[in-house]
């Protein structure tokens, strides 16, 4: 029942989207829509906002419907802690997860909940970016080490990545309400994931965890879409 109750609140999202959004999406190796159903990560990048769920909008119904029932991603635990939007978080996504920004005993319980069918998905910078482009304890936007972690256990299907052009033009954090009629940029890439895997070991046969991350930051910086794109 939680599925089907988060397949139609998504379903919600996208139809809200597409009444007060217009989206400029541009792909990097050409458009694979048809290939939705064999995603099994999605690396989102660029953290900016909270509603970031926007982006759903992009997803084929069919692909919002096995989200509803595979979905997991990690979430902040002091995000899930607040008392309205951490229940949101929960019924749009039942398979979203409570982490600390630490390499402790909840990430190792994320990953223990990753199944043969799951679709996981992550924001690898692990906290969000702030209008001057730091984070918010003044430090630049980085990635961390948790993808890598997922990498480890997934061998099929494809990896999807998502590189927002940002959403501090609808909401930044600290503003109450989203600002509406704007234009959200995107970048799109679709990847197998055993390509991409061999791809990372050729370049850093010591540190696969490294080698992921550099290869993350590089995308950050070069792949997310500029304000004059």
Known sequence: MRHIFSFLLIALIKLLASLFYR????????NQLSRWR????IVFLNHTSLFEPLFLK??????????SRTLVVPGADITLQRPILGK??????????????????TWAGFLKQ?????????LPEGRMKRKNGLDKSGKPMSVRGGTSDILQFINDGKILFV?????????????KLPRLFKTIKVTMEMLDVTDYKKHIIAKNHHSFKRAVMEDLNYRLQHCVPKDDE
Not at 23 to 30: L, P, R, T
């Open 38 to 41: 064999e995603v099994r990560i």
């Open 114 to 122: 990753m199944k043969a069918d799951s679709v996981v998905a992550i």
């Open 58 to 67: 992009l997803a084929p119904y069919g692909f919002i419907w096995k989200l």
């Open 163 to 175: 590189y927002s052009g940002g959403l501090h033009h609808i909401q930044s954090p600290g503003d």
């Open 88 to 105: 949101f978080i929960k019924l749009l996504i039942p398979g979203c997860l409570p982490i600390t920004r630490k390499n402790d005993e």
């Open 23 to 30: 989206f400029k999406v541009n792909w990097i190796g050409g």
